[in-house]
């Protein structure tokens, strides 16, 4: 195994900081607390108490959903092991690295913060298999597609209507960690009205989900830090998976290929070429790496041969009876069955009102029984699958503590 390597910020900027802080400078790309822009305006108005981003972390912490981000899949499926990755973890990891570098660069970390618990709180169980499976059952309905960062929007500002900031939903829409820049530059400032075009282009447009772009320089951080906390991560949860012995695999980049260098000198490079800036930078030898090592993950981690096959042989079919059930039985009307008892109700229960009119009422069919399959964890997919289809040859076998 190499030397690992952590470097520093450098002297200059240090002593840039420190005095930036001594005398009180204070970021102007920041984002403000009492700019923060609601649907209910007079609701959750920002106080010393509870800042205003400070009650979107409340707010999205407090949810039902939250809590399932304990169970749902982050990479690795099919594993009894309380060491690999969940979505729980991930998104703390996320709000951890963005966190450090807002703070060096005086943004707003209670924004970050909010973005970061939110960004997954819409992704399916069985990680980005799960969502490209909902999104074929969507597609062949509808016509629309499935995105967990656009549904993630939806849990917060439709389905349980929490009247999350604009500036924190823009955030979660625009996360994606899939899609890599070198700089990351946000555009002005919008309304809901310009939001909401946004976010309903991302339905019908398959480009669309590429380009966009965030509002605030906090969400730009937190992009990046999407990407930040999964790619040395993924790495440390194969090798716990027993899929390779060590990192030796993989080739040395600029910034190394261990978890702790990955993380350590991005935070590094992208604050010595972000600092002062109204854009996050990354220095163009640590963006070239990012690009290598993403490809590198996805060649020797996420297209393991064992694992999609028990994806596209199980999972995926799993996902398309369930939801053709699902679908039959909410248009029966029948409100014995599980899709009223284990989500409509579930909804009424934990929503802000709608007024006159129910989540039912408002909502198509497709798009209800999307809602209840993407909020669902893996272990209840699985059971429900098994209550749904008790005579199906499709079965998912975990392997447990005790296998080599």
Request: glycine share 4%; with cysteine.
């Amino acid at each position: 195994m190499s030397q690992r390597k952590y470097y520093d910020l450098s002297k200059e900027l240090q002593e840039r900081i420190l005095e930036d802080r001594k005398n009180g400078y204070q970021n102007p790309y920041r984002a403000r607390d009492e700019e923060a822009i609601r649907r209910k305006q007079d609701w959750d108005r920002n106080k010393l108490l509870r800042p205003a981003y400070i009650r979107d972390c409340e707010k999205i912490m407090h949810t039902p959903y939250y809590n399932r981000y304990a169970d749902k899949t982050q990479v690795f499926s099919f594993y009894k092991n309380d060491d690999i990755t969940r979505r729980a973890l991930h998104v703390q990891l996320v709000s951890r690295i963005a966190r450090n570098i807002g703070l060096l660069m005086g943004l707003n970390v209670d924004l970050i913060e909010a973005i970061a618990l939110g960004h997954d709180i819409g992704h399916t169980p069985f990680g980005h298999a799960g969502e490209r499976y909902l999104n074929e059952c969507l597609k062949e309905h509808t016509g629309r597609y499935f995105n967990h960062n656009v549904h993630s929007v939806r849990v917060l500002d439709g389905i349980l209507n929490r009247n999350v900031s604009l500036q924190t939903l823009d955030g979660i829409l625009c996360h994606n960690g899939e899609f890599a820049m070198q700089e990351y530059r946000p555009v002005g400032m919008g309304d809901f009205s310009d939001f909401e075009k946004k976010y309903e282009k991302c339905y019908v447009d398959e480009q669309a989900i590429g380009k966009l772009v965030p509002y605030t320089l906090e969400a730009c951080v937190v992009r990046i830090c999407d990407m930040i906390a999964y790619l040395g991560k993924d790495r440390q949860d194969a090798k716990r998976a027993n899929l390779m012995e060590d990192d030796s695999i993989f080739d040395e980049q600029a910034f190394g290929k261990s978890n702790p260098e990955i993380i350590n000198n991005l935070i590094v490079n992208i604050v010595e070429n972000s600092y002062g800036k109204d854009c996050i930078v990354m220095g163009n030898e640590y963006y070239k790496a990012i690009k290598a090592t993403k490809k590198e993950n996805y060649q020797k981690i996420y297209f393991n041969e064992v694992v999609e096959k028990t994806y596209k042989d199980s999972i995926r079919p799993m996902f398309h009876l369930m939801y053709e059930k699902l679908l039959a039985d909410l248009q029966s009307g029948n409100e014995n069955t599980i899709i009223y008892k284990h989500h409509i109700h579930f909804v009424k229960e934990n929503t802000a009102t709608y007024g006159n009119e129910s989540y039912l009422e408002l909502t198509e069919s497709n798009q209800i029984v999307v809602d209840f399959m993407a909020s669902m964890t893996d272990d209840y997919f699985v059971d429900l699958f098994t209550y749904l289809f008790p005579d199906s040859k499709y079965e998912i076998k975990y392997i447990s503590y005790f296998e080599e």
